[in-house]
């Protein structure tokens, strides 16, 4: 199946983008880029915030961020009830936080894992589905508060 991706960061994952931009494309999805346009230094929030919004708008399926640690964009994204952003550092997790948590945005910490890490979670986390049932009232209670 093929989806609408946002994707976006800062400085230190900008080179990953790169990478899986190009990925997503070649498995035949769209990519929708909040940036950056390049290594410069910027602030992440800049580009977090209106990809979490295209997001809960619909205009994108799902979202990949991409900082130094990944907590940076993961605390930014998650300020939004909507949002289930998932900081991941191995494929399994990637798949877990699909199936347990149904997130809709996945956190890559560029200063921790390889570009093909990286790559493998993207694609373990698009094509894991939720599995609902129980953990489908968990995840209703995640934006309680």
Known sequence: MAYTIAIGGDHAGFTYKKALIKLLEDLGHEVKDFGPGSEQSVDYPDHVHPLA?????KDANYGILICGSGNGVAMTANKYKQIRAALCWKTELAE???????????CIPAR???EQEAEDMVKAFLNTAFEGGRHQNRVNKIADC
């Open 53 to 57: 919004k295209a997001v809960i708008a």
């Open 96 to 106: 877990l936080a699909r199936q347990h948590n149904d997130a809709n945005i996945l």
């Open 112 to 114: 921790f894992v390889s």
